[in-house]
T-cell receptor, first 117, second 116 residues
C-alpha cells in the first residue's frame, strides 16, 4: 500500500525567505506521480507542481520547486521568496501505479505554513 | 473554462435526511474523484470514476453512501440516511488521462455539509 508522510504540522517563515516543506512517500512500485497542492483559508485546493517517478530533472513552477530524492523517497516542496499570500495548508499527494485498473491517489495530512511580514 | 462546479456550496440537514451533492467536471476530463475532508481524518478519497465507470469505491464509508456518474458531465454523491458524523467538506475533482494515468486534479470549491 502506498503512503504519504508530512511530518511538519506547522511551519513559520519570514516574508521573502525560502522555506522547505517535507514529504516522504512509500511505495514498492517504480511508476508513480507526486503532487503538491495548496489550500488557503478560503478552502479551495490549488495544484502547484507535479513530478513523475521517471522524470530526470526536478520539477519547477515559478517560485515552487520540488526537491525529488528518489533513493530517499522524498519529494520536498521548496518555496522561494515567500509571500504573505503563501500562508496556507500544503498537501503532498501521490498517484499510485495502475493496479487492477486503479490509480489510487493518496494525500498526506498537510503542513500549515504561516508567512510573517 | 468554468472549472469544476459543485452544488450546493453549503448544506445543513437533520440526521436521517437524504443528502445529494452534485458535481460537474471540467469538459473533456476522463477522471472524476469524490473526497471528504475533516480535521480528524484529513482528506479521504471516497470513490473515483474513469469514463463514467466507478473504478475504486473502497473509500466509501458504508452503504449509506452511494455515487453515480450517469454521463461525462455530471456526478452525484448521495448519503441516505445522513448522520452527524458525516459532517465534513466534500470535494469533487476531475482530471484528464495521460500516459501514466492522470496528472493534476482540478478541485471544485467543495460542499460544506452539516448534519444536525
Amino acid at each position: 500500500a502506498q503512503k504519504i508522510t508530512q511530518t511538519q504540522p506547522g511551519m513559520f517563515v519570514q516574508e521573502k525567505e525560502a522555506v522547505t516543506l517535507d514529504c516522504t512517500y512509500d511505495t514498492s512500485d517504480p511508476s508513480y506521480g507526486l503532487f503538491w497542492y495548496k489550500q488557503p483559508s478560503s478552502g479551495e485546493m490549488i495544484f502547484l507542481i507535479y513530478q513523475g517517478s521517471y522524470d530526470q530533472q526536478n520539477a519547477t513552477e515559478g517560485r515552487y520547486s520540488l526537491n525529488f530524492q528518489k533513493a530517499r523517497k522524498s519529494a520536498n516542496l521548496v518555496i522561494s521568496a515567500s509571500q504573505l499570500g503563501d500562508s496556507a495548508m500544503y498537501f503532498c499527494a501521490m498517484r499510485g501505479p495502475l493496479s487492477g485498473g486503479s490509480y489510487i491517489p493518496t494525500f498526506g495530512r498537510g503542513t500549515s505554513l504561516i508567512v510573517h511580514p | 473554462d468554468a472549472g469544476v462546479i459543485q452544488s450546493p456550496r453549503h448544506e445543513v440537514t437533520e440526521m436521517g435526511q437524504e443528502v445529494t451533492l452534485r458535481c460537474k467536471p471540467i469538459s473533456g476530463h476522463d477522471y472524476l474523484f469524490w473526497y471528504r475532508q475533516t480535521m480528524m481524518r484529513g482528506l479521504e478519497l471516497l470513490i473515483y470514476f474513469n469514463n463514467n465507470v466507478p473504478i475504486d469505491d473502497s473509500g466509501m464509508p458504508e452503504d449509506r453512501f452511494s455515487a453515480k456518474m450517469p454521463n461525462a458531465s455530471f456526478s452525484t454523491l448521495k448519503i441516505q440516511p445522513s448522520e452527524p458524523r458525516d459532517s465534513a467538506v466534500y470535494f469533487c475533482a476531475s482530471s484528464f488521462r495521460t500516459r501514466d494515468g492522470y496528472n493534476e486534479q482540478f478541485f471544485g470549491p467543495g460542499t460544506r455539509l452539516t448534519v444536525l
